[in-house]
């Protein structure tokens, strides 16, 4: 009995030594070494591209007008008839107002040659003294003043307008021709010129 008791009595201080010993404790895995720093990477700007153009939202230039084509008019052939060819833009009409008038078809060019049955038609001498006395418009300066060839600009309500008269002996006879004036369009210097010349330029069927 003694011997149960003795090896029971061991038995238990064993088991309470062991319980009584400190736990082991490892030593702490070093931490991991913090990687090397690294520069920072630099980002570059993108590189712009270039747009590529696009054929159908290119802006195109202001379209140059195109050329007036003229063409002779034999006058002769009209009522009442004069003997003699002008040149117009082609498309002009000829009609009659106290006088023969050819008038383009974008009315940027009309000449009256005057024909009045009812007064003889001034003279360049008297077309002039009626620039410079217009109750219409304020005369403003002569462009070209000959005998034969008056050029000038006037104003009327504050803007220039411009106005030519010219006399032509063909055959024996005088003819006087000039602006023939269109409600609401006011031709310019440059469309007056082309008149002028027109004008100038009136010669017999050969």
């Not at 895995?29 to 696009?54: E, F, I, L, Y």
């Not at 054929?55 to 008019?73: D, F, R």
């Not at 003997?83 to 000829?94: D, K, M, T």
């Not at 006011?186 to 100038?200: G, N, R």
Request: hydrophobic share 40%.
């Amino acid at each position: 009995m003694k011997i149960v008791f003795i090896c029971a009595l061991a038995l238990v201080t064993c088991t309470c030594a062991a319980q009584t010993q400190p736990a082991t404790v490892r030593p702490a895995t070093p931490a991991t070494k913090p990687a090397a720093s690294r520069p920072a990477t630099t980002v570059k700007p993108a590189t712009a591209v270039p747009a590529k153009k696009d054929s159908t939202t290119t802006a195109k230039g202001p379209l140059k007008p195109k050329a007036v084509e003229y063409a002779e008019i034999d006058l002769d052939t009209v009522n009442p008839p004069l003997p003699f060819i002008i040149r117009a833009p082609v498309g002009s009409v000829v009609t009659f107002d106290q006088g023969v008038v050819i008038t383009a078809p974008d009315t940027t060019f009309s000449i009256l040659i005057d024909m009045s049955y009812t007064e003889v038609p001034a003279t360049i001498a008297r077309r002039r003294k009626d620039a410079l006395d217009n109750p219409m418009s304020v005369f403003s300066k002569f462009i070209i003043d000959k005998p034969d060839i008056l050029l000038y600009e006037a104003k009327s309500m504050g803007k220039s307008e411009y106005h030519f008269e010219i006399a032509r002996d063909i055959r024996g006879e005088r003819y006087y021709l000039h602006d023939q004036w269109i409600d609401g369009h006011v031709f310019t210097q440059k469309q007056i010129e082309v008149m002028l010349k027109a004008a100038s330029e009136v010669h017999p069927k050969q």
